[in-house]
């Protein structure tokens, strides 16, 4: 898979993986606040979980 | 000679260059080793929370306090350092809004040595926020609720008030001539006001107030770990305060406000105003607990005004806090609200008295392009935004989550404790600490400072 948003170093800008191809970032940093975000529901639910059985 | 002309102005022009490139990498370099102090200054605060608590709460006080790093770290990514960059006029974003983690200055980029430096520097101050809150509610605050807190404090909360009073147009600093060079208000009072706020919804541990009102004392299960750790914090507040001062490659520092300033004038009075800090909580408490949050306290009180302070006024100051708000801590405990490690007097009043002090010590110096002058009045107003910038909504928040059950763990869980419940390793697995596990006596003799 090529990720590269450049084909040569010669005046390159941004190098980041994906940074000519904005829906991709987009979907990345969806990804990421998912994770983020979900990780805290799922702390919420594990701690219920624990409480009640004890 | 032509040619010899032709060739010298090609060799200036190279050497302009590369020295301008060394400014900038020697810049960067900069703010990379105030970051990596920085991390101390949560490693202090982790040692701190996990010998402040009991033994059946190390890890789970632990894990709290690693959360709220790992939280920090892509929330102020996703809207930190937008708000940092946008909001300096209110609540609104500014025409010139910048800092969305899509823009191409957010990820590697060869013509951009600065975004991701100080993106990183603002992260490790809003981590900082968060550790501030995060010894407040130890032992008793469920970890979903508490990284709602934590991020809606560093991500948000914080950084608005550094848009607003940290931020070279911020209206704060435009409009009042606030000036807090050394985030006194900005980070200290929000995340000290932010606790208050909480505590007040999350209620104390069980068992530390008797029905009668009067409080009983729970034992930092490690005294000596909680000693350490505040020493290390201090290590880390000196990457703090030089991440608080600009590097201009070629050219005089300037402070956030972008008048000029120096290390030394940093060195000098960070330092002053941390041994008045000792001296005065040592000779109110007598308690090395209380001497090294004097240490922290000092720092804050100068905190201000720690580009333009006569160092001599500095330890006054530091001497004067560290004397002061022990005493805040003993009225906080009467007032029944249990701050297990004193966020709020320590950084909230220690912040306050930094930020006032700067009006008083500090008024009349000269702002730059036409703002006003440091003025009583200004720090006033700006003292005043922080605190309901940081209470209003850790109270709020937090009693949403204490109405849907998201922040208080049951009292029969904190009687058991909160590693056996929630944690799969314990913290010490061959029965090193023996003895009474959950001790309360009478307050006055270990917690609270001595009057």
């Known amino acids: 898979m090529n990720t590269s948003p450049i084909t040569s170093w010669d005046g390159a800008e941004a190098v980041f993986t994906f940074a000519d191809k904005p829906a991709v970032m987009m979907l990345f940093l969806l990804l990421a606040a998912v994770i983020t975000f979900g990780t805290v529901v799922i702390a919420a639910v594990h701690e219920k979980h624990a409480y009640n059985s004890h | 000679m032509e040619q010899e002309l032709a060739a010298l102005t090609e060799r200036l022009a190279a050497l302009e260059s590369s020295t301008a490139m060394s400014g900038t990498i020697n810049s960067e370099i900069f703010y990379w080793w105030c ?17 402040a608590s009991r033994v059946k709460n190390v890890l789970a006080s632990g894990i709290k306090n690693i959360l ?8 102020f990514y996703f809207f930190g350092w937008y708000i940092y960059l946008s909001f300096y006029n209110g609540l609104l974003p500014a025409d010139d809004a910048a800092g969305l983690p899509w823009e191409l200055s957010m990820g590697p980029n060869l013509t951009d040595n600065a975004t991701g430096i100080f993106w990183a520097a603002f992260t490790l101050f809003a981590a900082t926020t968060a550790s501030i809150f995060s010894g407040a509610v130890i032992e008793r605050i469920q970890t979903a609720g508490f990284l709602i807190l934590a991020i809606l404090l560093g991500s948000v909360v914080w950084i608005l008030g550094g848009a607003w009073g940290w931020h070279p147009q911020g209206w704060l600093t435009v409009k009042f001539g606030y000036h807090d060079v050394g985030a006194a208000g900005v980070v200290h009072m929000v995340a000290g006001f932010f606790a208050l706020g909480v505590l007040l919804n999350l209620g104390p541990r069980v068992g530390k107030f008797n029905s009668d009102g009067s409080a009983n004392a729970i034992f930092a299960h490690n005294v000596p770990f909680t000693i350490t750790g505040l020493m290390l914090i201090i290590v880390g507040f000196f990457g703090f305060l030089g991440g608080c001062i600009i590097y201009m490659p070629g050219e005089q520092w300037i402070n956030i406000y972008g008048q000029p300033t120096t290390l030394s004038a940093f060195a000098f009075n960070t330092l002053m105003g941390m041994a008045g800090g000792i001296i005065g909580a040592w000779v109110k408490t007598r308690d090395p607990f209380w001497m090294m949050s004097g240490a922290l306290i000092g720092i804050f009180a100068a905190a201000s005004g720690l580009d333009v302070y006569y160092p001599p006024v500095a330890f006054v100051l530091g001497t004067f806090a560290g004397f002061v708000v022990p005493m805040v801590a ?10 297990a490690v004193g966020a709020f007097p320590v950084h909230g009043i220690g912040g306050l008295i930094g930020v006032v002090a700067c009006g008083i010590f500090a008024g009349g110096y000269p702002n730059i392009d036409g703002m006003p002058p440091v003025s009583l009045w200004g720090q006033i107003v700006g003292a005043a935004t922080m605190a309901v910038l940081g209470f209003l909504p850790g109270y709020v928040v937090s009693f949403v989550l204490n109405a849907v059950g998201l922040l208080r763990v049951p009292d029969h869980i904190q009687e058991k404790g909160l590693d056996i419940v929630k944690v799969p390793v314990s913290a010490y697995p061959e029965n090193y600490v023996t003895g009474p ?3 309360a006596t009478p307050a006055g003799v270990a917690a609270a400072p001595a009057e």
């Open chain 2, 35 to 51: 970051t990596a102090l920085m991390i101390a200054i949560h490693a202090g605060f982790l040692a701190y929370e996990m010998g």
């Open chain 2, 68 to 75: 709220a790093f790992a939280f920090m770290v892509p929330t």
């Open chain 2, 330 to 339: 003993v009225w906080l405990e009467k007032m029944g609200i249990d701050d």
């Open chain 2, 437 to 439: 596990i959950n001790v």
